[in-house]
């Protein structure tokens, strides 16, 4: 079972043969019971100033755990990694070792249900999005991105698998996937090829997907691409990678800062001019920027000004700046140090807050949460943790519920799915 670059011989074989909630619904969601926690989104000043990309960090933030906020944990097929809602937000839909799993929503507090689970082409489910008009979930896998009718899947039709795009040339690694704003382009980062492949889905869903002009190509990036964020005009695709294709890779353990840590190694964040990638990708990337030592997903702020990046190897959550961004010019405006090893983020509370699955995926450096983070005051430079609430085993992803009321997280290594009240979260952060 794949789950992640195969640390040191996938990495360096990687480096020899070159040298990461995502899709947004635009349909009316129904609100579910348990009201809704909406509220202006948050739309801060951004510093003038502009910081260094850290290295990698051993060290862990410390954190006050932030009671009154009860979480419900629920058994699901083995490695959960991606979550998502349907657009109404009844239903919740789990990549993992079975494909997609389909459980119930429930009333806050209660466990949702587990429905049933629906195989892939292409073996385990891993990153999820939705098409905009929330009709399709695409799901990455290995070797392919398979392609399913959300109906199909709410009603238990055995057809809810439509078909799988194809990995392209070089074949496997797909590990996240977004969609361009009008859903007719997919695209699936390559984690083990160095690229993101973009697909016509439109085609795919008139023609056939084996059709001629389904594989429209491939953007090059740097070694172990795989967050993903697609900005609501529709213009730009942030990309993280874990390695940046100009940085060595960590060394033998001696007496460096991180000895012999394979996290250690510096990655960037790429924007992709998405018109661009979807007629010639070879040339679509318009800039990078250093993101500390594996950096691993992106999560845009509802103004799509900030891109939130979670730096693995740094211990870390840095905001950039998108404007400056797309312009190659100093872009990194924040940098919050949370627990150990963060991979998942996602914003809550109109833009105010961040969470982080400190996921502590390699073992030794801290105990395995989720930090909250309050993003004003990251901006403004003061301490911003503002406290930590307990996970399973490996909390890898995050969901929202449609309202914003629910917040899920699947528990990799624990086999679970958690649900968090946000109205008890933000209570809580700010107490």
Known sequence: MRTGP???????????GAIVLLASCSTTAKKPAGGTT?????SPAIPARSLKAPGCSVAVAPARTLAGVPRVMTTVPPGPFGVITSPDGRWVFVSDTLGVTVLRAAAPGSS??????VSLPGGQGLGEALTPDGRYLLVAASSDTAVLNVADLESGSPHAVVGALPGGAGGAGGIEVATSANGQFVFTSQEDTAA????????????????????????????????????????????????????????????????????AAAGDVRAIDIATAEHDPPVAVRSVAAAGSS??????????????VTARGSDALLGFATSRLTSSAPALVADVAVGSAPVGVILVDGGRL?????SNRFGGRGAQWLSVVNLRDALLGKPALAGQIPAGTFPRQFALSPDGSTLYVTNFDSSQLETI???????????
């Not at 979260?425 to 700010?430: T, V, W």
């Open 295 to 308: 950096p691993v997903r992106v999560a845009l702020s509802p103004d799509a000004r900030l891109a939130w």
């Open 196 to 263: 993101v492949e973009v697909s016509n889905l439109s085609r795919a869903l008139s023609a056939g997907f084996s059709a001629a002009g389904v594989t429209v190509g491939r953007v090059p990036v740097s070694p172990a691409p795989v967050g993903e964020a697609v900005s609501p005009d529709g213009h730009w695709l942030y990309v993280t990678s874990e390695l940046s294709s100009s940085a060595p890779l960590p060394g033998p353990a001696t007496r460096q800062r991180c000895p012999g840590d394979l996290d």
């Open 6 to 16: 195969a640390r040191a011989a996938a990495i360096t074989a990687c480096m020899l």
């Open 38 to 42: 909406a509220t202006a989104p948050f």
């Open 421 to 431: 009240d946000v109205t008890d979260l933000i209570k809580a952060a700010s107490g």
């Open 112 to 117: 949702p249900e587990v429905v049933r689970s």
């Open 354 to 358: 961040a969470v982080v699955a400190d």
